[in-house]
């Protein structure tokens, strides 16, 4: 009954459309999380509790057999005006690179493109950007704007230099935020790339934004008119950054906490259309997929009452979830499970509104929004 009422409930504010449009959300695309099998192992075999975290056991870089199978299953269903399924990656556009970090003497901060980190992963990753292209060209994988790395740089580097055992002995197996060992302090705000404690760590948060979107616009050939702050957390002090960027909605979560620096926050309750001071539009997903390579098919099926919900009130089905469900160059029976559930929902979904309309997150943005 509670979760009954929460689904309806978290419908009822934002703005409303009789159409049923589903988008699927998904993060983290582009992002280094465990470099491959190897370095897995090495981590664990050290000591790391790497299955603590899904993120830790299952999550590196989306290769050519995960885009290609994703693809098979996105275009195995059509809505009712001929459109394919549509994923929408919040793509990071940058990893660290390891090397001239190492060659700094850990003392500079250095990014590469994702494209480059894709080419030195191997062979099982030739070919995927032009995958990314494909996905585009035929809107069934078409990228907004998720931050330029996905790590608090200012954070990482500190851990680096003040030789935090386990982000030492990650980035020596070219990963990041893995479990710490055993009786180390955790570092908090791993991924929370946009997390600040002091107001001024907006000036350079505003130009790696500057960079990043620069980034997106020469790897795509558009500009990102969406942004996800990594981890979910962000200071309004970059609303005017974003906007110069070309962003003009931001994902939020619906009770959302921004962090004003000075252990400061700023609590304010969001929904999907409503505008910050300058213009800006917010966007609140409302359903969540995380198939999580399980067996039975209860998260699309929870999922599938999120979306019926979402319809009753004249919402968009806008669904999260995360690239960890579907890669699977550390752990294929992890990716095929949760491909399977995916394939299951969108079956479902058409099964039962035939006058579905599959979206990107633009496309949905202009049409509700």
Sequence with gaps: MKDTVIRNLKNLPGKKNNRKIVVFYVDDYGSIRIKDRQAYQDLKDAGIPMDQSRFSKYDTLADTQDLSKLYEILTSVKDSRGNYACFTPLAIVANPDFEKIES??????????????????????????????????????????????????????????????????????????????????T???????????????????????????????????????????????YSPGLDSVLAECGINYIHVDRYQAYPLGNGKFSKQFLYNGKKNKIGQKYIVRNCQFEPDGRDDNNEADRCLLEIEAAFRWGAPALISSHRVNFVGNLDKQYRDKSFAQLSYLLKRIVEKWPEVEFMNGDHMAETVL
Excluded at 137 to 142: L, S
Excluded at 157 to 169: C, I, Q, T, Y
Excluded at 192 to 211: A, R, V
């Design 104 to 185: 700094s003497g850990r003392q500079e901060y250095f990014r590469e493109p994702f494209t480059k980190t894709l080419e030195k992963y191997g062979k099982d990753y030739d070919g995927v950007f032009e995958l990314w292209k494909q996905g585009i060209k035929e809107n069934i994988f078409y990228p907004a704007y998720h931050g330029t790395e996905h790590i608090n740089v200012k954070r990482f580097m500190e851990a680096l230099r003040n030789g935090h055992k386990s982000v030492d002995f990650a980035f020596r197996n070219q990963s990041i935020a893995i479990p710490s060992f055993p009786g180390e302090s």
């Design 187 to 233: 570092l908090s705000h791993q991924t929370t790339t946009f997390f600040i404690e002091k107001p001024e760590e907006n000036e350079q948060l505003g130009k790696d934004i500057k960079i990043g979107t620069k980034m997106f616009q020469d790897l795509f050939g558009f500009q990102s008119k969406q942004f996800t702050p990594g981890a979910g957390s």
